[in-house]
């Protein structure tokens, strides 16, 4: 759940029109001390891609089917990356030399490419203008929230379409984060989004191998954990009426994996607004905190920490007096490559807490 308004922040073009265009945590370390604090570790090590088959050479032009279709006549050579989640899922894929920019950061990138991020221009940390990202003169703009391609993010797919600029939007925020959801997200989302955005850029070979390790990692974490009767509450930001996971994101996907079951299941929202008095009454075995860096109500966890403690109603939450909580970051909660990494912190968090074994 990344940027919205108010409430919070989803074919190539020729060298000859592109010159027209020019001008156009795991838990953090300081709540070791925290008496909350009940926090689950996760990995961070590079991945070491199993050995795959070759996957056959991308034809072109080639079209790839997400909130529409996307069609480029030549590998992106020039792509812009305007979420994180983005930005993070062409850096695991090596095309740093291939992204003209960078923008729509809300957490520090992960350690094991830092380095790769290091040499990519950044368009700075929020949304940039239309006419900053045209700059960069890019054959491809891809996001993964679908307020990225409003008005108030940085402009409408329609206005890219009309200077003939390709636009990826990941299917994860087709209908946006607001509307009723009709379908559950499932890992297949997250890997058929490597595997389109590595045909785009003509590199199936290492997208397969990316898949192939991140399926090794899901079956690790998670594969012999039982959390049969173990509830998850996710608490992504808001301290009167906070949000909490849905049935249908990220979360859900992260819940089912470690077989454990959402408190809220029932809402088809992907970031309902509640009450502490509703979340009471569900009263979930463990809340899952989202540590943000953005400094709205409730981001980060240290201000989750101190509301908990406080707050007459949250207090009474047996997950809180039995300091049953898990820590991840805000990004962790959306779909994307991060969400390997949260169901090895949850299924790590859960068994450190003895709720699953």
């Known amino acids: 759940m990344t940027p919205r308004p108010a409430r919070r922040p989803g074919t190539p073009v020729s060298p000859a029109s592109r010159a027209r265009r020019v001008g156009a945590l795991a838990c953090v370390a300081a709540l070791a001390a925290a008496p909350l604090a009940g926090c689950g570790g996760g990995r961070d090590a590079a991945p070491a891609p199993a050995a795959t088959a070759a996957a056959p050479a991308t034809r072109y032009p080639v079209t790839v089917r997400t909130c529409g279709t996307v069609t480029v006549e030549r590998p992106v050579e020039r792509a812009v990356a305007i979420s994180q989640p983005a930005i993070e899922m062409l850096l695991s894929l090596g095309l740093q030399d291939r992204m003209a920019g960078a923008a729509g950061w809300n957490d520090p990138v992960l350690p094991r490419l830092r380095a790769a991020n290091a040499t990519v221009p950044q368009l700075g940390s929020r949304f940039p203008s239309f006419e900053r990202v045209l700059q960069q003169e890019p054959d491809l703009v891809y ?80 594969g012999d954990l039982d959390a049969r009767g173990v509830s998850l509450a996710w608490w992504y930001a808001g301290t009167r009426t906070p949000y909490i996971a849905g049935c249908c994101g990220a979360p859900g996907m992260i819940t089912r994996q470690v077989g454990a079951r959402n408190a809220f299941e029932r809402s ?86 003895g709720v699953a074994r």
């Open 143 to 222: 996001s993964t929230f679908a307020y990225g391609f409003t008005d108030e993010g940085v402009a409408p797919r329609e206005r890219f379409a009309r200077l003939g600029v390709p636009t990826y939007l990941s299917a994860s925020e087709c209908t946006g984060q607001d509307a009723r959801q009709t379908r559950r997200l499932a890992f297949s989302d997250v890997f058929r989004e490597v595997t389109d955005v590595a045909t785009l850029f003509d590199v199936r070979d290492r997208g397969d191998r990316l898949v192939a390790e991140l399926r090794r990692r899901l079956r690790t974490a998670a």
């Open 268 to 353: 088809r929202q992907l970031w309902p607004e509640t009450s502490w008095e509703a979340i009471l009454e569900a009263d979930p075995t463990v809340l899952v905190l989202a540590d943000l860096t953005r400094g709205d109500d409730g981001d980060s966890v240290r201000d989750k920490l101190a509301f908990l403690r406080r707050d007459p109603v949250a207090r009474r939450l047996t997950a809180v007096r039995k300091r049953r909580l898990i820590v991840v970051t805000g990004s962790d909660m959306d779909p994307s490559l991060r969400t390997v990494d949260a169901v090895e912190k949850v299924a790590a968090g859960l068994r450190k807490l």
